[in-house]
């Protein structure tokens, strides 16, 4: 039977596979490309297009003379590869600074006044524009007519969407009127107004198809369109607020400018407002912000921009702003909506996050429905009960958040929320430690929210160092419940030789590729305990805390049977002290330990891998060795073995081996280029080494 090449892992793909693979995965990536960049509505994830995108250079790199004309491989960068023409903008098109109160307004004007040198009482003119949440482009008129316009792109280059702005009644063809320059590059912002939005939305939910996130996407979207008849049905509009290339000036001061543009035909906002001094600025940012809801577009805030353009010139720019102009923020949208349930998420690491379910309500133009509650302690000082009417707010694209309770407005019989002390996913106990805030599952191995990132932790290299077995691996072998907990990776290769299981017919995997894995698992059944207990993935417990139990309990039997005791004496026993006198387990370390062993889950999934695996004490250090319980500490470059082997053979002798010398340090093995630990050695009296005495304690 032909098998489908898009389920072949490379190295494994015949040349005539690859040439089919190279061709799918040209059309496909374009293909998202396109619903990405033009039309700002992505249907894969980005971690799916990036391995999209790698499974391309890989099969290229296999296979050079195979990488086609229009290989993904070939376009560079983010930026929309093909359709938009680039366009260098003669001025840098610029952003702005933000202020977010009137203490950095004050700094604002300040700042001006100093670099200028003005008198105290000269007043600094401004105009104050409201801020309109759309994006920026570059419209170039040559002898009055409309050449060519660009977005902003990174502020020097942008894309050439001359015929899609062509489409915008808004703006002239030609500018008719007087004293127009040759050259005029005007600047602005297309923007989609509130209402135009929420219809193209309703049109695109009736066609079934995806929905912009806000008024801004769209009109992004709408412009970045490749077929500009496309761009004519959306409804677009621009408000006019700057200049870019002039080949003559058109006036002294912004305001004038405004003016001009508008006898011009161009859209300026009717909004804006010349504020003789600095006092008029706060009046209009109160004003405009009274207003903003009821505004037919989007703003985020308001601009000020100093008057003379003379003073605008002196002033000049810092790293790619004006130092003449401000844009003042709001502060974040606040909305009401009601609290219908409470649910509870689980982190990668066990943290149990409460998650706010709300009546969808649109916040600063996204339709809101989630919203987070931070922890346990967030809701009882905030007092949230399941039914209150809640503020939340979005800032910018954070996450929104629950602000408060508006306590006129809960319904009667509203219980206080009790938190599980359950993880939702697995049932495990979840437990919250002294100064910690969140609660946390201790289901680890086998909590479905944990599991992936338990087993990734399980194959990674210090733990059970199982080659081939990427995350993306675990997570398709989880999903298909193929491997839920480190025993069945063992089990994998018995299952598939029952034909339980066919890893060889999955999606990325051949023979090769499962043979080769099939070995890497095999090749870890027996294991060192220290690995083995670094990889259980214990809270606290790396690889220098797994290394200091491995040695002091030696077989996973005896550990196991100490654990038990110590949980069962309620940790107040002989085991509970004696795993507590370990020197580097403290007590934090020992609660995190026995919360592990407290949870029946991980206990079974010890079982379960100690019938699968061979667990291999550390080596007893040699008796009588001139190491064994020493301190040693290497400095410098040893030509005779590297830093890591010289480790691994002290600690084999018996030896501790710090990092940096102290009082209590026995020997200081100083190789070439020592530097300062070889002087404190001196000073401090310690037995220095050279690397032949050295060798000479290390061959025992
Ligand atoms: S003036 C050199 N005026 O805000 C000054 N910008 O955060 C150029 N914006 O990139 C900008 N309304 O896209 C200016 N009335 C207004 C604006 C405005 C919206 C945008 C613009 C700019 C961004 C900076």
Not at 571 to 576: D, I, L, N, T, V
């Amino acid at each position: 039977m032909k098998r489908d090449p898009e389920t072949v892992a490379t190295e494994d793909l015949t040349r005539a596979e690859a040439k089919a693979e190279l061709a799918r995965l040209a059309r496909e990536i374009a293909a998202h490309d396109r619903l990405y960049y033009q039309e700002d509505a992505p249907r894969i994830s980005d971690a799916e297009y990036d391995a999209l995108r790698r499974r391309n250079s890989a099969i290229e790199q296999q296979f050079g003379d195979l990488v086609r004309a229009d290989s993904p491989s070939r376009r560079v960068g983010a930026a929309p590869s093909q359709g938009f023409a680039k366009i260098t903008h003669s001025r840098p098109m610029l952003s702005l600074d933000n202020a977010f109160d009137d203490a950095d307004v004050t700094a604002f004007v300040q700042r001006i006044r100093r670099f200028l040198g003005l008198a105290d009482d000269e007043p600094v003119a401004m105009v104050a524009e409201p801020k309109i949440d759309g994006l920026s482009i570059a419209l170039r008129y040559e002898d009055g007519r409309f050449v060519r316009g660009a977005t902003r792109g990174d502020g020097t280059t942008g894309e050439d969407v001359t015929a899609n702005l062509r489409t915008i009644r808004d703006l002239p063809a030609t500018i008719k009127g007087c004293g127009v320059p040759q050259v005029l590059e005007v600047r602005g912002e297309v923007y989609m107004p509130r209402e135009a939005f929420a219809a193209l939305n309703e049109a695109r939910a009736a066609e079934g198809e995806t929905l912009f996130a806000n008024p801004r996407n769209a009109a992004a979207g709408s412009l970045r369109q490749l077929d500009p008849k496309i761009t004519a049905t959306r409804p677009l509009h621009v408000f006019a607020y700057a200049w870019g290339e002039l080949s003559a000036p058109i006036a002294d001061t912004h305001w004038a400018f405004l003016e001009r543009l508008a006898a011009w035909g161009f859209p300026v906002n009717p909004r804006a407002l010349l504020c003789p001094d600095i006092e008029d600025l706060r009046g209009f940012y109160e004003a405009i912000g009274r207003e903003r809801q009821a505004l037919p577009y989007e703003i985020d805030g308001v601009v000020y921009k100093v008057n003379r353009l003379d003073w605008q010139e002196r002033l000049g720019m810092v790293s790619r702003a004006p130092r003449w102009a401000i844009a003042h923020k709001f502060p974040a949208e606040q909305v009401e909506t009601k609290l219908l349930d409470i649910i509870i998420q689980v982190g990668r690491t066990g943290a149990l996050t409460p998650v706010a379910v709300l009546e969808p309500v649109t916040v600063a133009g996204v339709v809101v429905q989630r919203a987070t509650l931070h922890n346990e302690d967030e809701i009882q000082r905030k007092d949230v009960r399941i039914g209150d009417t809640v503020v939340i707010q979005r800032a910018g694209d954070v996450i929104p958040q629950v602000v408060g309770v508006v306590a006129g407005k809960r319904p009667r019989g509203a219980e206080p929320f009790v938190f599980p002390d359950h993880c939702p996913e697995c049932d495990s106990l979840a437990i919250r430690k002294e100064g910690e805030v969140a609660r946390r599952c201790t289901g680890g191995l086998i909590c479905p929210a944990q599991a992936v990132e338990r087993l990734r932790h399980f194959v990674s290299r210090d733990a059970f160092d199982i080659e081939g077995l990427g995350e993306k691996h675990i997570e398709a072998f989880w999903r298909d419940g193929i491997v839920r907990e480190p025993a069945d990776l063992f089990r994998m290769a018995g299952r598939e030789r029952d034909g339980a299981l066919d890893i060889r017919g999955r999606e990325g995997w051949g023979d090769k590729s499962t043979d080769n894995l099939f070995h890497a698992i095999e090749a870890r059944r027996r294991i060192a305990f220290e690995r083995f207990i670094f990889a259980l993935g214990i809270r606290q417990v790396g690889q220098a805390t797994a290394k200091l139990l491995a040695r002091h309990y030696r077989t996973l039997a005896n550990w196991r049977e100490a654990m038990a005791t110590a949980t069962a004496e309620d940790r107040s026993g002989e085991a509970y002290d004696e795993l507590t006198g370990i020197e580097g387990i403290g007590p934090s370390v020992a609660g995190d330990i026995l919360d592990f062993f407290a949870e029946p889950h991980n206990r079974a999934v010890i079982e379960a891998l100690a019938r699968e695996v061979e667990v291999e004490a550390p080596p007893l250090p040699a008796a009588g060795s001139a190491l064994a319980g020493k301190t040693i500490v290497f400095t410098g470059t040893l030509t005779t073995m590297t830093r890591a082997e010289a480790k691994a053979r002290a600690e084999a002798l018996g030896a501790k081996v710090a990092g940096s010398v102290s009082k209590k340090t026995d020997y200081v093995v100083v190789g070439a280029d020592a530097g300062s630990k070889a002087a404190k050695a001196q000073e401090l009296g310690v037995t220095v080494l050279g690397e032949d005495a050295w060798q000479k304690l290390a061959a025992g």
